[in-house]
């Protein structure tokens, strides 16, 4: 092994798996710990109370052609948009072809990652057993620790649930329904319900881009990234074109129209939830300006009774393994990490997989763990301004996006890949 380098890596989903392939090449000494009994992250679906998975529906919202990992491609029989469960399968191939399993122990997860003086990581688990290790390479995702809406929570007297806790729609039938949210999380909670419950509405607080999966035949992230190759002021003409020729005028759907660059946000991609709206199952609402009993009254003063509230209000950013003294990004409105994954202050604890992308996070965090495993085996030498470079980081999402706590972490796909590339390129 390389110099007896000792890495640890939390979190065997799907930044996690590509941390250890990329370890194993450098020969480093990689052991990956994982809670749940199989590898996979929010992709294994299960029902049990608590588990971070997607629902029993769920496709991927990126197209399989930039989904994959960056050597290892979706197989071609796949469709456009894979399910979940071959996602899953996706993942466990690349696993085994790479053979990274032996390096997984599964069931367990770590309770504490303690940082020792020498810069060293000593990692307990909830067993009770020890180890210290070199490095800490943290992928454990960012969609396991629900952001509520306290005051909904508190007042509505109906049953409530997080987006984080729904799995499938089968205890909707009948009910009287209004999911908050117009994510990707929300949207898709709304259309399912809709197909079982007696009336399903959906809260948007603010203006969202909800566009459809296909555009002139193409998945439109393939579509997108044609436009990569033109000025940015005919870009930006072009996306607005592209925008109005897909969807038309939001507000012939209820919805507010978006005042701001589609690139600004994060996008919402369904094509069912316009469909929906039309048809009459899915009814828009605006943002929620009180709740008593389960009575809902919105910013528009109309109110309305429901008999179960979904809030897909997102996630906080939660190591709970980690001393909240040394990591707290749970509020944080800035994240300055280099690269989104070199910390200024800690040069032995890495991130892999804490963004955002307009599109899938793996062929990122792929490219992440090379270059993490490449500074560990020492043939990549992080720059000396490191600070300054990640307090750029964080001003270049404050510039190009929305300031809110959904873009924190935020990044474009495509000029995020190319900077992870350049740097690989430099060692």
């Known amino acids: 092994m390389q110099k007896d380098i000792r890495v640890a890596v939390i979190g065997a989903g799907c930044s996690g798996l590509a941390a250890v392939k990329h370890c194993l090449d450098q020969d480093l000494a990689v052991v990956c710990y994982e809670a749940n009994a199989d590898l996979g992250g929010n992709w294994l679906y299960s029902e049990e109370p608590g588990h971070s998975s997607v629902c029993e529906t769920t496709h991927l919202i990126s197209s399989k052609s930039l989904s994959g990992y960056l050597e290892f491609p979706m197989p071609d029989h796949y469709p456009d948009y894979p399910s979940h469960d071959q996602v899953l399968a996706y993942f466990r191939s690349y696993a085994r072809h790479f053979n990274l399993r032996p390096h997984i122990r599964f069931n367990t997860r770590i309770t504490e990652a ?47 649930l997080h987006s984080h806790e729904y799995k499938h729609n089968r205890s909707f039938t009948g009910e ?22 007696r009336r399903t509405d959906i809260s948007i607080r603010r203006a969202h881009y909800i566009l459809p999966k296909f555009f002139l035949g193409k998945p439109v992230d393939t579509f997108n990234r044609t436009l990569r190759y033109f000025p940015e002021f005919v870009q930006r003409g072009l996306r607005r074109l592209t925008v109005k020729a897909m969807v038309g005028n939001y507000a012939d759907y209820g919805l507010e129209s978006p005042s701001v ?20 199952r899915v009814h828009p609402r605006r943002a929620i300006a009180g709740v008593a009993g389960k009575t809902v009254t919105f910013a528009d003063g109309k109110e309305q009774e429901y008999d179960t509230i979904v809030a897909a209000t997102g996630y906080r950013i939660t190591f709970p393994f980690l001393d909240r003294a040394l990591i707290d990004y749970e509020e944080a409105e ?41 500074y560990m085996a020492g043939s990549y030498t992080l720059p000396r301004d490191l600070r300054a470079r990640a307090e750029a980081d964080s001003d270049r999402i404050d510039r190009d996006f929305q300031r809110s706590k959904r873009h924190t972490i935020e990044v474009h796909y495509h000029p995020f890949l190319r900077r992870l590339q350049r740097e690989l390129d430099r060692n």
């Not at 949210?181 to 319900?193: H, L, T």
């Not at 690139?263 to 009459?280: A, F, V």
């Not at 890495?350 to 955002?356: E, K, Y």
Request: proline share 8%.
């Open 261 to 280: 660059p589609v690139t600004t946000t994060h996008p919402t991609l369904n094509s069912e939830l316009l469909y929906k709206i039309r048809h009459g």
């Open 334 to 374: 800035r994240i300055p990490l280099y690269l989104r994954m070199f910390h200024p202050e800690y040069p032995t604890l890495l991130f892999i997989g804490l963004f955002q992308p307009q599109g899938a996070i793996w062929p990122l965090s792929d490219a992440q763990s090379r270059l993490a495993a490449a």
């Open 176 to 197: 009287r329904v209004l999911v908050i949210g117009g994510g990707n999380s929300g949207c898709d909670c709304a259309v399912e319900i809709s197909r079982l419950a």
């Open 114 to 160: 303690r940082l020792l003086p020498d810069g060293r990581w000593q990692l307990s688990t909830e067993r009770g057993d020890t180890a210290t290790y070199d490095y800490l390479l943290t992928a454990n995702g960012h969609h396991h620790a629900p952001r509520h809406p306290e005051a909904v929570r508190a007042a509505f007297t109906g049953r409530y």
